[in-house]
Protein backbone atom coordinates (compact mmCIF):
# COMPACT_ATOMS: atom_id res chain seq x y z
CA UNK A 1 0.00 0.00 0.00
CA UNK A 2 3.07 2.64 1.01
CA UNK A 3 4.26 1.63 -2.49
CA UNK A 4 2.00 2.43 -4.43
CA UNK A 5 1.00 5.36 -2.05
CA UNK A 6 4.15 6.73 -3.17
CA UNK A 7 4.44 6.20 -7.00
CA UNK A 8 1.10 8.25 -6.80
CA UNK A 9 2.29 10.83 -5.00
CA UNK A 10 5.19 11.31 -7.72
CA UNK A 11 3.23 11.03 -10.20
CA UNK A 12 1.41 13.94 -9.18
CA UNK A 13 4.26 16.01 -8.27
CA UNK A 14 5.57 15.33 -11.96
CA UNK A 15 2.19 16.70 -13.36
CA UNK A 16 2.77 19.42 -10.89
CA UNK A 17 5.76 20.34 -11.74
CA UNK A 18 5.17 20.24 -15.78
CA UNK A 19 2.28 22.84 -14.89
CA UNK A 20 4.29 25.23 -13.46
CA UNK A 21 6.68 25.05 -16.29
CA UNK A 22 3.51 25.41 -19.01
CA UNK A 23 2.74 28.21 -16.69
CA UNK A 24 5.99 30.19 -16.56
CA UNK A 25 7.24 29.69 -20.65
CA UNK A 26 9.05 32.46 -21.94
CA UNK A 27 6.94 34.04 -24.57
CA UNK A 28 9.95 36.14 -25.38
CA UNK A 29 8.24 39.89 -25.26
CA UNK A 30 11.07 41.13 -24.32
CA UNK A 31 12.18 41.58 -27.72
CA UNK A 32 9.49 43.46 -28.19
CA UNK A 33 9.28 45.65 -25.03
CA UNK A 34 6.30 48.74 -25.07
CA UNK A 35 5.98 51.29 -22.09
CA UNK A 36 5.06 54.90 -21.73
CA UNK A 37 8.18 56.94 -21.75
CA UNK A 38 10.32 55.00 -23.59
CA UNK A 39 11.97 56.39 -26.69
CA UNK A 40 14.48 55.04 -29.72
CA UNK A 41 16.54 57.72 -31.80
CA UNK A 42 18.06 55.77 -35.04
CA UNK A 43 20.27 56.72 -37.97
CA UNK A 44 17.93 56.51 -41.35
CA UNK A 45 19.60 56.21 -44.72
CA UNK A 46 17.46 56.54 -47.52
CA UNK A 47 18.83 55.98 -51.43
CA UNK A 48 16.57 56.41 -54.03
CA UNK A 49 17.08 55.58 -57.57
CA UNK A 50 14.98 57.42 -60.63
CA UNK A 51 14.37 56.33 -63.60
CA UNK A 52 16.08 59.29 -64.93
CA UNK A 53 19.80 57.96 -63.58
CA UNK A 54 19.32 60.35 -60.36
CA UNK A 55 20.60 59.08 -57.22
CA UNK A 56 19.57 61.11 -53.97
CA UNK A 57 20.75 60.01 -50.86
CA UNK A 58 19.03 61.47 -47.74
CA UNK A 59 20.75 60.98 -44.18
CA UNK A 60 18.63 61.77 -41.14
CA UNK A 61 17.73 60.90 -37.47
CA UNK A 62 14.75 59.34 -36.31
CA UNK A 63 13.27 59.28 -33.05
CA UNK A 64 10.46 57.59 -31.83
CA UNK A 65 9.03 58.54 -28.30
CA UNK A 66 6.09 56.06 -26.90
CA UNK A 67 4.07 58.95 -25.84
CA UNK A 68 0.90 57.40 -24.25
CA UNK A 69 -1.96 55.16 -24.52
CA UNK A 70 -5.43 54.85 -26.55
CA UNK A 71 -7.85 52.61 -25.85
CA UNK A 72 -9.48 51.31 -28.52
CA UNK A 73 -12.25 48.70 -28.62
CA UNK A 74 -10.94 45.80 -26.94
CA UNK A 75 -7.18 47.02 -26.82
CA UNK A 76 -4.59 49.36 -25.43
CA UNK A 77 -2.83 51.07 -28.33
CA UNK A 78 0.43 52.77 -27.73
CA UNK A 79 0.98 55.98 -29.12
CA UNK A 80 4.17 56.37 -31.06
CA UNK A 81 5.11 60.09 -31.80
CA UNK A 82 8.01 60.93 -34.32
CA UNK A 83 10.31 63.21 -34.70
CA UNK A 84 13.46 63.80 -37.35
CA UNK A 85 15.98 65.99 -37.75
CA UNK A 86 19.07 66.34 -40.03
CA UNK A 87 21.74 65.85 -37.49
CA UNK A 88 22.65 65.17 -33.71
CA UNK A 89 23.56 68.69 -33.41
CA UNK A 90 19.91 70.09 -34.55
CA UNK A 91 17.00 70.55 -32.19
CA UNK A 92 14.52 67.93 -32.54
CA UNK A 93 10.69 69.74 -33.81
CA UNK A 94 8.13 70.91 -31.24
CA UNK A 95 6.03 68.87 -32.77
CA UNK A 96 5.63 65.22 -34.31
CA UNK A 97 6.62 65.90 -37.69
CA UNK A 98 7.13 61.88 -39.15
CA UNK A 99 3.35 61.00 -38.24
CA UNK A 100 1.64 59.41 -35.29
CA UNK A 101 2.23 55.67 -35.26
CA UNK A 102 0.65 53.37 -32.80
CA UNK A 103 1.47 49.64 -31.42
CA UNK A 104 -0.39 46.86 -29.82
CA UNK A 105 -0.05 43.53 -27.70
CA UNK A 106 -2.98 41.56 -28.78
CA UNK A 107 -3.94 37.77 -29.17
CA UNK A 108 0.26 36.73 -29.02
CA UNK A 109 0.99 39.34 -31.63
CA UNK A 110 2.84 42.55 -32.04
CA UNK A 111 0.66 44.86 -34.29
CA UNK A 112 1.79 47.96 -35.27
CA UNK A 113 -0.08 50.77 -36.98
CA UNK A 114 2.36 52.60 -39.60
CA UNK A 115 0.38 55.05 -42.07
CA UNK A 116 -2.85 53.71 -41.14
CA UNK A 117 -1.33 50.16 -42.38
CA UNK A 118 -1.11 47.76 -39.75
CA UNK A 119 1.23 45.14 -39.75
CA UNK A 120 2.13 42.17 -37.67
CA UNK A 121 5.59 42.87 -37.15
CA UNK A 122 6.15 40.22 -34.58
CA UNK A 123 4.29 36.40 -33.49
CA UNK A 124 5.11 35.30 -29.69
CA UNK A 125 6.45 32.80 -27.98
CA UNK A 126 9.16 33.57 -30.17
CA UNK A 127 10.58 30.73 -32.14
CA UNK A 128 12.87 29.72 -35.05
CA UNK A 129 11.37 29.40 -38.76
CA UNK A 130 8.49 30.74 -37.53
CA UNK A 131 6.23 32.12 -40.18
CA UNK A 132 2.83 34.61 -40.28
CA UNK A 133 0.89 36.78 -42.37
CA UNK A 134 2.07 40.11 -41.66
CA UNK A 135 -0.63 41.66 -43.94
CA UNK A 136 -3.15 39.81 -42.34
CA UNK A 137 -4.70 42.89 -40.93
CA UNK A 138 -4.23 44.85 -44.08
CA UNK A 139 -4.85 45.28 -47.74
CA UNK A 140 -2.01 44.32 -49.33
CA UNK A 141 -1.82 40.63 -49.87
CA UNK A 142 -0.34 37.74 -48.03
CA UNK A 143 3.31 38.37 -46.89
CA UNK A 144 4.75 35.51 -45.43
CA UNK A 145 7.40 36.56 -42.31
CA UNK A 146 10.13 34.26 -41.07
CA UNK A 147 11.68 34.29 -37.91
CA UNK A 148 15.15 33.00 -38.04
CA UNK A 149 17.39 33.10 -36.31
CA UNK A 150 16.60 33.27 -33.13
CA UNK A 151 18.32 34.19 -29.76
CA UNK A 152 21.95 34.97 -31.43
CA UNK A 153 24.41 37.69 -30.92
CA UNK A 154 25.01 40.72 -33.45
CA UNK A 155 27.18 43.59 -33.85
CA UNK A 156 26.04 46.57 -34.48
CA UNK A 157 28.56 49.38 -35.30
CA UNK A 158 30.22 49.13 -31.66
CA UNK A 159 27.41 47.74 -29.47
CA UNK A 160 26.96 44.10 -29.16
CA UNK A 161 23.71 42.78 -28.49
CA UNK A 162 24.07 39.08 -26.73
CA UNK A 163 20.76 37.93 -27.57
CA UNK A 164 18.63 38.77 -31.08
CA UNK A 165 16.69 37.86 -33.27
CA UNK A 166 15.97 38.56 -37.31
CA UNK A 167 12.56 38.54 -39.03
CA UNK A 168 12.82 38.56 -42.54
CA UNK A 169 9.69 39.87 -44.36
CA UNK A 170 10.70 40.10 -47.86
CA UNK A 171 13.65 37.80 -49.70
CA UNK A 172 13.15 38.03 -53.37
CA UNK A 173 15.09 38.38 -56.40
CA UNK A 174 15.13 37.68 -59.76
CA UNK A 175 16.92 39.26 -62.67
CA UNK A 176 14.57 42.24 -63.22
CA UNK A 177 13.96 42.98 -59.54
CA UNK A 178 14.58 42.71 -55.79
CA UNK A 179 12.38 42.84 -52.70
CA UNK A 180 14.81 42.15 -49.53
CA UNK A 181 13.43 43.58 -46.21
CA UNK A 182 14.56 42.76 -42.66
CA UNK A 183 14.31 43.55 -39.23
CA UNK A 184 16.80 42.78 -36.31
CA UNK A 185 15.05 43.00 -32.44
CA UNK A 186 17.47 42.41 -29.47
CA UNK A 187 16.40 41.22 -26.16
CA UNK A 188 15.70 43.82 -23.47
CA UNK A 189 15.67 46.76 -26.11
CA UNK A 190 13.21 46.05 -29.39
CA UNK A 191 14.47 47.00 -32.68
CA UNK A 192 17.79 47.95 -33.21
CA UNK A 193 18.09 47.85 -37.28
CA UNK A 194 16.51 47.51 -40.57
CA UNK A 195 17.16 46.95 -43.91
CA UNK A 196 14.68 47.20 -47.00
CA UNK A 197 15.85 46.85 -50.79
CA UNK A 198 12.97 47.64 -52.83
CA UNK A 199 14.32 48.46 -56.51
CA UNK A 200 14.30 47.22 -60.53
CA UNK A 201 17.38 46.82 -62.42
CA UNK A 202 18.28 48.06 -65.47
CA UNK A 203 17.50 45.49 -68.78
CA UNK A 204 19.68 46.29 -72.11
CA UNK A 205 21.78 43.74 -74.08
CA UNK A 206 25.14 45.49 -72.71
CA UNK A 207 24.40 44.19 -68.80
CA UNK A 208 25.38 40.69 -68.53
CA UNK A 209 23.85 37.80 -67.24
CA UNK A 210 24.47 38.14 -62.83
CA UNK A 211 25.24 42.06 -63.11
CA UNK A 212 22.46 44.09 -61.55
CA UNK A 213 22.67 47.34 -61.92
CA UNK A 214 19.52 49.28 -60.00
CA UNK A 215 17.02 51.71 -62.09
CA UNK A 216 14.63 52.40 -59.52
CA UNK A 217 13.38 51.77 -56.25
CA UNK A 218 14.85 52.33 -52.85
CA UNK A 219 17.34 51.22 -49.96
CA UNK A 220 16.13 51.97 -46.68
CA UNK A 221 18.26 51.60 -43.58
CA UNK A 222 17.52 52.03 -40.08
CA UNK A 223 20.26 51.60 -36.97
CA UNK A 224 19.53 52.71 -33.69
CA UNK A 225 22.22 54.68 -31.92
CA UNK A 226 20.13 55.63 -28.61
CA UNK A 227 17.14 53.85 -26.56
CA UNK A 228 15.96 55.18 -23.17
CA UNK A 229 13.70 52.53 -21.21
Not at 100 to 124: C, D, G, H
Not at 159 to 166: E, G, H, V
Not at 177 to 206: P, R
Request: aromatic share 14%; proline share 4%.
Amino acid sequence: MNKYFLVSCLFCFVLLSCKKQDDTIDLGLEYYPIDTGSSYIYQVQLITYSITGTVDTMNYQLKEYYHGTIQSSDELLYRIERYTRTSDTAQWPAQPDSGVWTVALNNNMAIRTENNQPYIKMEFPVQANKQWNGNLFNTGGADSYVMYPVNYPYILADTTYPNTLTITQSNEQSLIDKDYQIEVYAKGTGLVYKYDEVVEYEQNDTIEIGEYIINTGTIYKKTLISYVP
